[in-house]
C-alpha cells in the first residue's frame, strides 16, 4: 500500500504531534516527517524516539516537498503558525490542525490560507495530562474519536485523506459543525479541565502554606507523630490526605499552562455557558446540604451515577 503523504510536516512536535508522527510512520502512512517548533531539545528528543525523521527551524526548508502540513499548536498560535509558511508551500499541500476548539481555528484558517491549500480541521479527542515528545507515544490515538469540522469551502478530497490518516492511526473519524463542536467540548473536556484547575486551587486557598514558611509543611500524617509534637492544621500538606477520587477528579489539573489559557479564551461562549450550568447544578447540591435534604442529594446522586455508569458503558463498546 503505497502511503498517504510523502511529507507530513509536524508544527509542534508534543504529545499529539509527537504520536502521530510515529504512529503514522509505523502504519507505513507517510514516508517522512519533519518536525518543527520552538525548542531545540524538545525536537531533538522527538528525533531520538524517532517521532520525526528530522527537524528545522527554517520555514522554507520544512515546507519543501511538503504535501501535508499539521499545526499541532496552543490554538491561538495556529493563526501565526500558518503564516510563517504560507510563502513556500506548494499548491495542493494540505493544511490540517488538532486543535480542541473549532470554529475560531477554522475561522482563521479560511481568512489565511488560499484555495490553492485545500484546509481540513481535526480534532482529535485524545491525550494525557502529559506534554512534549517524550509525553508521545504511538497507541494514542487507538479506538479513540476524531471529529472533523469541514465546512462549503472544504475540498472533498483533502476531506477524505486527511480522514484517512486519523482512521490510519486507529481512530474513529465523525463530521461535524465547528459551533457545535465547540458546545459539546466545552461541557465534556473544558469544563471539566477548568474544574480540576479550580479544586486544586480552592485547595490552596483552604490549607495556604504558612507565609516564609513553606518549609516547614509536614508531609507525613499527624498521626504519626507522638501527641505533643504533632503539627497544626497550616503544618499539615492536605496532598497527603488525597486518595484516588481527588487523585481521579484533579488529574488534568497537571495539563500545560498555554494550551488551556488558549482553549478557554478561544472558546470562550460556549465555556461560559457551561460554567453558568455547573453553577446551577453545584448551588442545588449545595442548597439541599445546607438544609439537610437527603431526599433531595439522593435524587441529584442517583441521575450523576446512572449517567457516570451510561458513560461507562459507552465506553466499553468503543
Known amino acids: 500500500m503505497s502511503p498517504l503523504f510523502h511529507r507530513l510536516l509536524i508544527v509542534g512536535v508534543g504529545l499529539i504531534g509527537g504520536s502521530l508522527g510515529l504512529a503514522a510512520k509505523a502504519r507505513g502512512l507517510v514516508e517522512q516527517v519533519v518536525g518543527f517548533g520552538r525548542t ?32 499541532a499548536v496552543p490554538v491561538q498560535a495556529t493563526g501565526p503558525a500558518m503564516q510563517q509558511f504560507l510563502p513556500y508551500l506548494s499548491p495542493g499541500c494540505i493544511v490540517t490542525d488538532a486543535g480542541s476548539v473549532k470554529a475560531p481555528v477554522v475561522a482563521t484558517l479560511e481568512s489565511l490560507v488560499p484555495d490553492s491549500l485545500p484546509c481540513v ?26 471529529v472533523l469540522t469541514p465546512t462549503a469551502r472544504t475540498n472533498t478530497d483533502a476531506l ?8 490510519g492511526v486507529g481512530m474513529r473519524v465523525e463530521e461535524m459543525d ?46 504519626t507523630f507522638p501527641l505533643a509534637t504533632r503539627p497544626q492544621s497550616d503544618q499539615v500538606d492536605p496532598l497527603v490526605y488525597a486518595g484516588s477520587a481527588f487523585a481521579d477528579l484533579t488529574r488534568v489539573a497537571a495539563s500545560p499552562v498555554e494550551m488551556w ?33 437527603g431526599q433531595a442529594l439522593s435524587v441529584d446522586i442517583t441521575r450523576a451515577r446512572e449517567e457516570r455508569q451510561r458513560l461507562t458503558r459507552l465506553r466499553e463498546k468503543e
Open 261 to 293: 489559557r488558549d482553549i478557554c479564551l478561544e472558546n470562550r461562549a460556549a465555556l461560559l455557558a457551561a460554567i453558568s450550568g455547573f453553577e446551577a447544578a453545584l448551588t442545588q447540591m449545595k442548597a439541599a446540604v445546607a438544609e439537610g435534604d
Open 40 to 71: 531545540e531539545a524538545n525536537l531533538k528528543i522527538a528525533l531520538e524516539r524517532g517521532l520525526i525523521d528530522a527537524y528545522t527551524f527554517d520555514p522554507a526548508e520544512a515546507a519543501q516537498g511538503t504535501d501535508c502540513v499539521l499545526l
Open 178 to 223: 465547528p459551533a457545535i463542536h465547540d458546545r459539546i467540548l466545552a461541557q465534556v473536556s473544558h469544563l471539566p479541565h477548568l474544574i480540576a484547575f479550580s479544586v486544586m486551587n480552592g485547595l490552596l486557598q483552604a490549607f495556604p502554606p504558612s507565609r516564609g514558611n513553606e518549609s516547614s509543611i509536614r508531609s507525613e500524617r499527624p498521626d
Open 121 to 146: 480541521a481535526a480534532h482529535p479527542i485524545a491525550g494525557t495530562e502529559n506534554a512534549g515528545a517524550g509525553a508521545a507515544f504511538a497507541t494514542l490515538f487507538e479506538r479513540r474519536l476524531c
Open 160 to 167: 477524505a485523506r486527511v480522514r484517512a490518516l486519523w482512521e
